[in-house]
């Protein structure tokens, strides 16, 4: 509809309604662009604005583009690292190497003192008394769960404490001051083998109440009566050439080495008193010898003989503590 929008007045006087609802505030056109202008900062007119979602798109889809378009920025957003997050110096680097390697190895010396004191031990042979299943300057990993919760076996390879001065006074090892110390410390946590020289390691023989004797008619060892067919003693040697004829008493064991005419075992400290004085009390037993570790070219598995000793009887009488 067209017409004069105020008839009271004159034409020529009239002006356009302001924008905005009658009875509102008159705007101000002294800065009025062109109608056809666009407007600053208005978005472009195939854009649209915030929030606004654009034809054909629903309300709620052009939310959530808008949501993840917030993440990507949000994942995509770099950090400035300031002064207090730069990295360490080379000094603070290396004091830090120190302190991480001081606590991996004081660990590992704890780790190997427990397993010195409750499971294992290394230990140094110094003769050939056990030939040939070890030699002199072999090394020999001990469990020291036998005895105790494991039992002691006849055939049993074990290390044990001098009983009764049989290697009489050992004679030590010259060592500087320094390196005195550093040998007693390895050695106390376990990562040296034991060689102060009162330890000896020779075979089972005779558990307690075993009657051990030497020899029959054709010169075998016999255990309870049962002859013993060895294969570990070394190749040439007797089982025997010293008669004995004794009985184990309680909580000792009857030990011999394999190289029986090198080998001052049980047989040479006894007092012809029955196996009481050259019997070793197991109390002084520091565990069963396991393997050889060293040389490395020599590593064997100490097995126990199982069939030397398949065909012995239990002892037809108590052990005896006299």
């Known amino acids: 509809m067209t017409g004069n929008p105020r008839p009271d007045l004159p034409e020529d006087v009239q002006e356009p309604m302001p924008h905005g609802p009658p009875g509102g505030t008159p705007v101000d056109r002294s800065g009025q662009v062109p109608a056809d202008a666009p407007a600053p900062d208005a978005?472009?007119?195939?854009?649209?604005?915030?929030?606004?979602?654009?034809?054909?798109?629903?309300?709620?889809?052009?939310?959530d583009d808008l949501e993840h378009d917030d993440e990507l920025e949000h994942e995509e957003t770099v950090y400035e690292i300031g002064p207090g997050d730069r990295r360490q110096g080379p000094g603070r680097a290396v004091l830090s190497a120190v302190k991480e390697a001081?606590?991996?190895?004081?660990?590992?010396?704890?780790?190997?003192?427990?397993?010195?004191?409750w499971?294992?031990?290394?230990?140094?042979?110094?003769?050939?008394?056990?030939?040939?299943?070890l030699v002199n300057g072999d090394r020999v990993i001990v469990s020291k769960l036998?005895?105790?919760?494991?039992?002691?076996?006849?055939?049993?390879?074990?290390?044990?404490?001098d009983p009764a001065n049989w290697l009489g006074e050992p004679v030590p090892v010259q060592r500087g001051p320094v390196g005195a110390a550093v040998h007693n410390t390895l050695t106390f946590v376990g990562l040296l083998p034991t060689d102060e020289g009162n330890h000896l390691i020779k075979r089972v023989i005779g558990l307690p109440?075993?009657?051990v004797v030497c020899c029959d008619d054709?010169?075998?060892?016999?255990?309870?009566?049962?002859?013993l067919n060895e294969p570990y003693i070394k190749p040439g040697?007797?089982?025997?050439?010293?008669?004995?004829?004794?009985?184990?008493?309680?909580?000792?064991?009857?030990?011999m080495g394999d190289h029986r005419s090198d080998s001052s075992d049980s047989r040479f400290h006894d007092n012809g008193d029955g196996g009481k004085t050259g019997s070793v009390p197991e109390s002084k037993i520091v565990g069963r010898a396991l393997s050889v570790v060293w040389p490395v070219a020599d590593w064997?598995?100490?097995s126990r003989p199982t069939a030397t000793f398949a065909k012995v009887p239990p002892p037809q009488t108590t052990a005896s503590g006299h």
Do not use: C
Request: hydrophobic share 50%.
């Open 43 to 63: 978005p472009a007119a195939d854009v649209p604005a915030a929030g606004v979602p654009a034809a054909g798109v629903p309300a709620g889809a052009a939310h």
């Open 102 to 117: 001081a606590i991996v190895v004081g660990m590992a010396l704890v780790l190997s003192l427990v397993v010195k004191t």
């Open 119 to 133: 499971l294992m031990q290394a230990f140094y042979i110094p003769s050939g008394s056990m030939e040939n299943t």
């Open 146 to 161: 036998t005895p105790g919760p494991f039992a002691l076996q006849r055939g049993d390879v074990v290390v044990f404490e």
């Open 209 to 211: 109440g075993d009657h």
């Open 218 to 227: 054709q010169h075998r060892i016999t255990v309870n009566g049962a002859p």
């Open 237 to 255: 040697d007797e089982p025997s050439r010293q008669e004995f004829d004794i009985t184990v008493p309680a909580g000792r064991v009857w030990v």
């Open 300 to 302: 064997s598995w100490l």
